[in-house]
């Protein structure tokens, strides 16, 4: 099992930073992928960004250039940066680890408990 635990949520103002973290614990050798999904209120779970091991990221199109994936592998945390937040950023922000079995190449997926993030003046 792997333990995920986000930190580094709350209240900012419009244009405003802020910095999330996310720590993967426990059986966690071969975690192959990081990555940040949200969700606000009334709308589906989505892709923020995501990071391999290798360093390779992803971006969901409205966060580019705007939030900065990174990862620190020897301490199995990951970071989300995010500059010049605005309202409809504001959503709970959730740390999602994949672990790959190098045996059956199976990826299993883990999710930690979500971080609010709220924009407001």
């Known amino acids: 099992q792997v333990q995920v635990v986000e930190s580094g949520g709350g209240l900012v103002q419009p244009g405003g930073s802020l910095r999330l973290s996310c720590v993967a614990s426990?059986?966690?050798?071969?975690?192959?992928?990081m990555g940040w999904y949200r969700q606000a209120p009334g709308k589906q779970r989505e892709l923020v960004a995501t990071?391999?091991?290798?360093?390779?990221?992803q971006y969901a199109d409205s966060m580019k250039g705007r939030f900065n994936i990174s990862r620190d592998n020897a301490k199995n945390t990951a970071y989300l940066q995010m500059h010049n937040l605005k309202p409809e950023d504001t959503a709970v922000y959730y740390c999602?680890?994949?672990?790959?079995?190098?045996?059956?190449?199976?990826?299993?997926?883990?999710w930690g408990q979500g971080t609010q993030v709220t924009v407001s003046s």
């Open positions: 999602n680890v994949v672990r790959l079995t190098t045996s059956t190449l199976v990826l299993t997926p883990y």
């Open positions: 426990g059986s966690i050798f071969n975690i192959y992928l």
């Open positions: 990071i391999t091991s290798g360093g390779t990221t």
